[in-house]
């Protein structure tokens, strides 16, 4: 069984920072990507940020020059940096992983940004 474990989520006010962690564990086999998408309010879930291997990196482009995706490959896991936070930020991280025996997504972890 797999399971990816979310963490780091929480109220933070705008301009703040929080970083999310995300770690894969269970069958995945070999990992090709992994990535954050959010859904905000009454939005459609949205890319945030991917890293394919260790340096292949796209950027959803409302947090270009905000937040920063990481991943340790001998742990499985991803993070995500997130700074210069604004209330539009505010939503549902979800962490996603792509590997060579299927695609897998979090339970979600919350961050809200708000005064």
């Known amino acids: 069984q797999v399971q990816l474990e979310e963490s780091g989520g929480g109220l933070v006010q705008p301009g703040g920072s929080l970083k999310l962690s995300c770690t894969a564990s269970g069958k995945i086999g070999n990992i090709y990507a992994m990535g954050w998408s959010r859904q905000g309010p009454g939005k459609q879930n949205i890319l945030v940020a991917r890293i394919s291997g260790e340096s292949d990196i796209i950027y959803g482009d409302s947090v270009k020059g905000r937040f920063t995706i990481s991943r340790d490959v001998a742990k499985s896991t991803v993070y995500l940096q997130m700074n210069s936070l604004k209330p539009e930020d505010t939503a549902l991280y979800y962490c996603?992983?792509?590997?060579?025996?299927?695609?897998?997504w979090g339970q979600g972890t919350q961050v809200t940004v708000s005064s």
């Open positions: 996603n992983v792509h590997g060579s025996l299927g695609d897998y």
